[in-house]
């Protein structure tokens, strides 16, 4: 029996990876995923099916938003049936973001979905674009058992596969620009690409289920020594705030005084929610651990333990968009939905 050849979506945002550098003025423009493609001469070695979509134009990754996330798991979601895994190419600026919102939209995948870009653009002598590209790919085609070798979401830097939604850009220079503090690497790729199939979640046997609705009614305040209590109302007066990711210090401690502690206790009476990250890139939020963090569970502030702020704003956004009641998004927050948190 003749073996069926794995089919791979190559879907083109946009970012560095697709940018072209004017060999005269320097500057860099955007290329088409065809002349991107045209780099990669390689690509045709793979004896398998490999096809593109473009969104025209294509998005700098700081222009990336959540109307885009719901437009990316659409597409997905109507090709899902057509391919074995999908590639997203896109800017590294806010792939993290990406990762983590497509992971919530993209209900019981049981596919790859693998995010991955460049440093370099893909015409530069030395971009790191074409072995990205390539390697992800062959991750999204990979299969034991009939069965994807790695269905989840996944953002592929330099040799590296990392879960998504654990997933944080950490260099703006380097190739290895991504890094997962709190979660092994779900591969590595060296000679041979090595799977840690301990840590790579199961591939579901339930229908893919993509949602499309996300709320952005939210906010981030990172504390700083001096944090003025006046800034904290004003942002806790924003006229629609549903809920405010919390950066603070070490495993989520915070000033004590009165003066700061009020505008929380105010936000939390308010049916604000808030959710309590450290602003360390390892480790995790333990409130109750020191007093700089029992005065914050008092209050009613979730703790996120080690969730990403990537990944928290990509969960808040979801669980709002979603219409939980507040109650239920508190409990949620501090579930594991798609291996974002330890717990």
């Known amino acids: 029996m003749k ?3 794995a089919k791979v979506l190559l879907i083109y945002t946009g970012g560095t990876v697709g940018m072209v550098q004017d060999e005269k003025t320097g500057v860099l423009k955007p290329f088409s995923l065809d002349s991107i493609i045209n780099y990669i001469p390689e690509l045709s070695r793979f004896g398998f099916r490999i096809d593109g979509y473009s969104f025209n134009p294509p998005i700098d990754s700081s222009n990336m938003k959540p109307e885009i996330w719901i437009q990316l798991a659409d597409i997905i979601g109507k090709n899902y049936n057509n391919y074995d895994g999908f590639v997203v190419l896109h800017g590294s600026d806010t792939m993290a973001y990406t990762a983590s919102a497509l992971s919530f939209l ?20 030395r971009s790191d674009a074409q072995e990205n590209i390539i390697v992800s790919i062959e991750i999204a085609a990979a299969k034991q058992n009939a069965k994807a070798k790695v ?41 041979h690409i090595k799977y840690n199939n301990g840590v790579i ?7 893919l289920v ?36 919390l950066e603070t210090y070490g495993t989520g401690n915070a000033p004590t005084d009165k003066a700061f502690l009020k505008p929380l206790e105010k936000a939390a009476k308010k049916g604000i929610i808030l959710l309590n990250v450290t602003q360390c890139r390892a480790g995790a ?50 579930q594991s939905l798609r291996g974002e948190l330890t717990v």
């Open 3 to 5: 073996k069926e050849k």
């Open 201 to 207: 979640a199961k591939s579901s046997a339930k229908k």
């Open 210 to 245: 993509v949602h499309q609705s996300l709320d952005t009614n939210i906010a981030i305040v990172k504390l700083f020594p001096g944090t003025n209590p006046a800034l904290l109302e004003s942002i806790f007066n924003t006229k629609g705030l549903k809920a405010v990711v």
């Open 106 to 125: 993209l209900e019981n995948l049981g596919k790859p979905v693998i995010l991955t870009g460049s440093q370099l653009p893909v015409n530069v002598l």
């Open 151 to 191: 269905p989840e979401v996944c953002v592929y830097f330099e040799n590296h596969l990392y879960r998504g939604n654990r997933t944080y850009k950490h260099n703006a220079e380097n190739f290895d620009a991504f890094n997962s503090s709190n979660y092994p690497e779900l591969a590595t790729a060296g000679v």
């Open 285 to 334: 939020v333990q409130q109750g651990r020191y007093e700089t963090s029992a005065e914050l569970k008092s209050i009613g502030i979730i703790s996120g333990a080690d969730m990403t702020t990537e990944t928290a704003v990509a969960k808040l956004m979801f669980l709002l968009g979603e219409n939980y009641p507040v109650a239920s998004i508190k409990k949620l927050l501090q």
